[in-house]
């Protein structure tokens, strides 16, 4: 690792360190002069504030998950579904194996289940005593015939990574998990196509593919436990949809099975189709309120030859705009991620893991930003980004940066961004928020947001319940992640962020879920996104496919 003298830089000096480093040092650092007298000033984060008046909590602790339907009362079960019999049981164990079974009995003891009731952030909570994990699709065309004539209510779960309360039960649904079907159907190295079944695991799926040659078109924090039926039913978008775009361009055809158990395949993978409706996009993103994905036909991509990530500090929202755009301009076809973090949530991510990854500036910054390019020609994308960061610098609207030399070091620069949701929720808990914003508005909500907390006297250190409200994404796709990381969960936090968060994206014309979908959390804030003729349409469409509303109810719409 090569390091500069932060006081005897001079932008000339810097450029020609920089130069000659990039072919020879095995971590370059970026730095200027300008940074030596902005960094004291940035120092200071949070402002200890008195604590005041009372926290109405229902969690004090990853480990005390209330139910969902205690912390919010006025959700009712709908007496319209039927409670699990012993009949039920009986059809159940009569189709599938002892393996693909798992029911606590109707007593109290629902903790063998928890790891399917209780959500990633363990926010919401279901209360359901039976998880079915068929191994064949025939298998759940039967369970979800069988459901739908008995009017038993199903939440289809993936890798129960999900971010809005989707992928869990809010009362006693049973979970139809797709575990057990996860093999790789077939791949053409020729056309680049994969086939396989919903359940296989996203990292699978993609160290499969690298064997090959390829990669998957998508990549994101969750992909060691994320299904790729699961990624298709909430459409995420991750890190790369800059380069790749979103699955509704490269998922070429899904297997489905209906709330009626008929079975819907669109799996010929044909690149070009234009025969009538484009069917399989109903399901993507349909957040398995229209069906369970069984198989996924899929566009994958080339492995590039040749990946580079720097990782850059900037001193305001304004310079992460303004490298956006000349990265877009001077890196053009090998830019494949565009990510901006800013300093509170490095900061939260410092304390989780800074011990086993240190971080990778000697200072703080405002905010930081992470470009990966990815091409076919080593030699010639080093020399693209080495002028690019060249003229950045020179022009000093970046001030500090460092550029991976080596795998590990690439991977440890993306730790950086990929760990700010873990790092958020850890502490007891965390509200978040997904949003699309038109670009040069996408921080002011980070920063209405503080206000507002500080306003409400809720934000400081223990015991006030938030730690900090953080501000991260992938600026190129316009997209921000607002996590609000807390001490505990609380009605008090809640209602001072929605819908007060829903109301200033609707008032800038944004969206308010750019990528993690509706599910619980904001089902009943959809208007704030879309007009009253599109809801109607997409409660006739459940109606239509799911007349008994057996499929993940009390969600999306
Ligand atoms: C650390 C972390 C980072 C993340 N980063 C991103 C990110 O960058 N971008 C992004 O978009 N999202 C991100 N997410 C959230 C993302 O939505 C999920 O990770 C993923 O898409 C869900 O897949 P899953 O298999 O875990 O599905 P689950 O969480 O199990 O389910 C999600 C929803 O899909 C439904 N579902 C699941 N499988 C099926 C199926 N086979 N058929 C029908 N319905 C189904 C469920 O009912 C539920 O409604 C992140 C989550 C975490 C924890």
């Given amino acids: 690792m090569l390091k500069l003298s932060r006081t005897a830089v001079k932008n000339c000096k810097l450029l020609s360190v920089f130069k000659r480093s990039l072919t020879c040092s095995p971590n370059v650092r970026l730095s200027s002069s300008l940074l030596v007298s902005n960094c004291n000033s940035i120092k200071k984060t949070f402002t200890p504030i008195n604590c005041a008046g009372s926290i109405r909590s229902y969690s004090n602790g990853p480990n005390a998950v209330k139910l969902t339907s205690e912390v ?3 959700v009712h079960r709908n007496n319209h579904y039927k409670k699990l019999s012993s009949d039920d049981l009986e059809y159940f164990n009569s189709i599938l194996s002892k393996q693909e079974i ?5 007593g109290n003891n629902l903790q063998e289940l928890d790891l399917y009731n209780e959500d990633w952030m363990k926010k919401y909570k279901g209360q359901s005593h039976l998880v079915l994990k068929p191994k064949s699709v ?11 004539e008995e009017k ?8 129960n990574t999900d971010l809005v309360g989707a992928s869990v039960p809010v009362f006693d649904e049973i979970i139809l998990s797709l575990n057990n079907l996860n093999q790789i159907r077939e791949f053409d190295p020729v056309s680049g196509i994969l086939k396989c079944d919903a359940g296989v695991i996203l990292e699978n799926a993609d160290n499969y593919l690298r064997e090959h040659d390829h990669i998957f078109p998508l990549d994101l924090g969750a992909k060691g436990s994320c299904h790729v039926g699961g990624v298709c039913a909430t459409n995420a978008g991750g890190l790369r949809l800059l380069r790749y775009g979103s699955l509704h361009g490269s998922v070429l055809g899904l297997e489905v099975v209906m709330p009626n158990g008929d079975i819907v395949s669109s799996m010929h993978s044909l690149r070009k189709d234009n025969t009538g409706y484009d069917l399989k996009q109903l399901f993507i993103g349909a957040e398995g309120t229209l069906g369970i994905i069984t198989g996924v ?3 994958t991509q080339p492995k590039p030859q040749a990946i580079n990530v720097s990782f850059l500090a900037v001193q305001n929202y304004e310079a992460v705009q303004k490298v956006f755009v000349k990265a877009k301009k001077e890196l053009a076809e090998i830019l494949s991620a565009f990510e901006f ?3 509170r949530s490095i900061q939260l991510t410092k304390k989780h893991i800074e011990k086993d990854t240190p971080f990778p500036l000697e200072e703080e910054y405002p905010f930081y930003i992470l470009i990966e390019t990815s091409g076919s020609n080593k030699a ?3 020399a693209k980004l080495e002028t690019f960061l060249e003229s950045a610098m020179e022009s000093e609207i970046v001030i500090d940066g460092t550029i991976a030399q080596d795998e590990t070091e690439l991977q440890n620069l993306w730790k950086w961004r990929e760990m700010i949701p873990e790092s958020s929720q850890c502490q007891g808990g965390v509200y978040k928020y997904d949003v699309s914003l038109p670009l040069k508005d996408l921080y002011s909500l980070v920063e209405v947001v503080n206000k507002k907390l500080v ?18 994404g992938h600026v190129g796709d316009g997209n921000l992640h607002l996590n609000v990381a807390t001490r505990l969960y609380s009605k008090e936090i809640e209602c001072t962020l929605e819908p007060f968060v829903y109301e200033y994206v609707s008032s800038k014309h944004g969206s308010i879920s750019a990528e993690h979908g509706l599910g619980f959390q904001k089902k009943n804030y959809i208007s704030y996104t879309k007009s009253e003729p599109e809801i109607k349409m997409m409660k006739d469409l459940k109606k239509h496919y799911d007349s008994n509303g057996i499929m993940n109810p009390y969600k999306f719409i």
């Fill in 72 to 74: 919010y009362p006025n």
């Fill in 341 to 343: 973090m800013d300093q």
């Fill in 297 to 299: 036909s899929i566009l």
């Fill in 138 to 148: 025939e298998k759940i065309s039967l369970i979800l015939n069988y459901c739908n």
């Fill in 380 to 382: 010639h994308d080093d």
């Fill in 455 to 472: 306003e409400a006297d809720l934000l400081g250190s223990a015991p006030k319940p938030v730690i900090a409200a953080v501000g991260y």
């Fill in 152 to 159: 038993l209510a199903v939440v289809p779960q993936g890798g």
């Fill in 102 to 106: 798992m029911y606590t009995g109707t």
